[in-house]
């Protein structure tokens, strides 16, 4: 049986890249997005080409019942569930201060940054439970984090707090499905070439410059989809609520 995998946030950046690794892996892919699928046409034809058959789901990873939805509308295209890929992320509509955040924008951002991992997880785990296992685990759960879980940005301090949320929704997670041969990890992204990173792209380029980052180069979104699927394969059976960073040694500490 051909193996599925959900990428939620998979039509553009970090999400495509993985969309199209896992599909080159072999897998169906089920693909969740905000856009109208005609603005996503591009990449999807891309996808198309490589692996005959996907499915587009319009969904806002926010909304309970669009969650609800995923899940559903995967069930019934591909019989099936094996790997979720909790990509979807956002960033503040406006960066401010620590003391200026507004409490909108905080709900903005867990809302979709970090309540929808917990729950969309929880109804995929559930899924995945109530079918065959197939190859050497019943499933795999993976959460794109941020280095941000660790490091601070005062002036978007809701970001950083979704994604410190991730981080113990990893290990929560891990946890309690490890007995049912369900792993669960993390990848933490650094500076990657990505629509939203695209604003701030000359302080990042001068970061570049003055040697902060020891490979000296922006993470591209092909970089974070190899660890997506390394953790997506059956190679790692013995791991579970680790992360790996994907951010050219940014987290390394130097005197």
Same mark, same amino acid.
């Given at each position: 049986?051909?193996?599925?995998?959900?990428?939620? +946030?998979?039509?553009? +950046? /970090?999400?495509?890249?993985?969309?199209?690794?896992?599909?080159?892996?072999?897998?169906?892919?089920?693909? *969740?997005?905000?856009? %109208?699928?005609?603005?996503?046409?591009?990449?999807?034809?891309?996808?198309?080409?490589?692996?005959?058959?996907?499915?587009?789901?319009?969904?806002?990873?926010?909304?309970?019942?669009?969650?609800?939805?995923?899940?559903?509308?995967?069930? =019934? #295209?591909?019989?099936?569930?094996?790997?979720?890929?909790? =990509? %979807?992320?956002? %960033?503040?509509?406006?960066?401010?201060?620590?003391?200026?955040?507004?409490?909108?924008? @905080?709900?903005?951002?867990?809302?979709?940054?970090? #309540?929808?991992?917990?729950?969309?997880?929880?109804?995929?785990?559930?899924?995945?439970?109530?079918?065959?296992?197939?190859?050497?685990?019943?499933?795999?759960?993976?959460? /794109?984090?941020?280095? &941000?879980?660790?490091?601070?940005?005062?002036?978007?301090?809701? @970001?950083?707090?979704?994604?410190?949320?991730?981080?113990?929704?990893?290990?929560? @997670?891990?946890? $309690?499905? %490890?007995?049912?041969?369900?792993?669960?990890?993390? /990848?933490?992204?650094?500076?990657?070439?990505?629509?939203?990173? *695209?604003?701030?792209?000359?302080?990042? =380029? $001068?970061?570049?410059?003055?040697?902060?980052? !020891? /490979?000296?180069?922006?993470?591209? !979104?092909?970089?974070?989809?190899?660890?997506?699927?390394?953790? *997506?394969?059956? &190679?790692?059976?013995?791991?579970? +609520?680790?992360?790996?960073?994907?951010?050219?040694?940014?987290?390394? $500490?130097?005197?």
């Amino acid at each position: 049986m051909k193996k599925t995998a959900i990428v939620t +946030g998979g039509s553009r +950046g /970090i999400g495509f890249a993985v969309s199209l690794r896992l599909a080159k892996d072999g897998f169906n892919v089920a693909v *969740a997005g905000t856009r %109208a699928q005609s603005d996503c046409a591009k990449n999807l034809d891309e996808l198309a080409a490589v692996c005959g058959d996907y499915l587009y789901i319009r969904a806002d990873v926010s909304v309970s019942g669009d969650r609800r939805r995923i899940i559903d509308e995967t069930l =019934n #295209k591909f019989g099936g569930l094996h790997v979720l890929v909790n =990509n %979807a992320g956002v %960033a503040p509509k406006m960066r401010a201060d620590l003391l200026e955040m507004s409490e909108e924008s @905080y709900d903005y951002v867990m809302n979709t940054n970090t #309540k929808s991992v917990m729950f969309l997880t929880q109804l995929a785990a559930k899924a995945m439970l109530g079918l065959p296992v197939t190859g050497k685990k019943r499933g795999t759960v993976i959460n /794109i984090g941020s280095c &941000s879980a660790g490091v601070s940005s005062i002036n978007r301090g809701e @970001y950083c707090v979704s994604k410190a949320g991730i981080a113990m929704l990893t290990m929560l @997670y891990a946890d $309690r499905l %490890a007995k049912e041969g369900i792993f669960v990890h993390e /990848i933490r992204p650094g500076v990657i070439e990505t629509d939203m990173t *695209a604003a701030v792209s000359e302080k990042y =380029n $001068r970061l570049i410059r003055e040697g902060v980052f !020891p /490979i000296a180069r922006w993470g591209r !979104p092909e970089d974070v989809a190899e660890a997506v699927s390394v953790f *997506a394969g059956d &190679s790692f059976l013995y791991t579970t +609520g680790n992360y790996v960073d994907v951010d050219g040694g940014f987290h390394i $500490r130097r005197l």
